[in-house]
């Protein structure tokens, strides 16, 4: 049942994310674009199967009630609102940057071509 909700592209996204972390904050490996895109990039096909993956514990819907498009768009949007104004709001720390909005986006697009429409192949 986990793999319907955790699909290959899912755990390649999070190696991904991981790895990126391991170079940029453990090894100070700078990749000036993947450091300021990628993470926003790959928010979105991380959150959303782990959002269906509760949704799915929590309220017992089926994989396909529990990651709509429409769902999963207005998550992308609230979250990179979240992230791109508020916490810069809140935090000196964080920087607005209105390309992430570009990488978030690319990042639900990603997720709908692969995680979502490879669903049905999954259940």
Known sequence: ??????????????????????????????????????DPFLCIPIILPLLALERHYLLGLSYFDASDPGDAAIVTVAL???????????????????????AYAAGYLFWYLTIWRGRASRT
């Open 80 to 102: 990179s609102v979240i992230f791109e104004v508020g916490f810069p709001t809140w935090s000196s720390s964080f920087v607005q940057d209105k390309y992430d909005f570009v």
């Open 1 to 38: 049942m986990i793999r319907a909700f955790l699909p290959p592209a899912f755990w390649v996204c999070l190696l991904l994310f991981l790895v990126h972390q391991l170079l940029q904050k453990a090894l100070a490996v700078s990749l000036p674009f993947l450091d300021s895109y990628l």
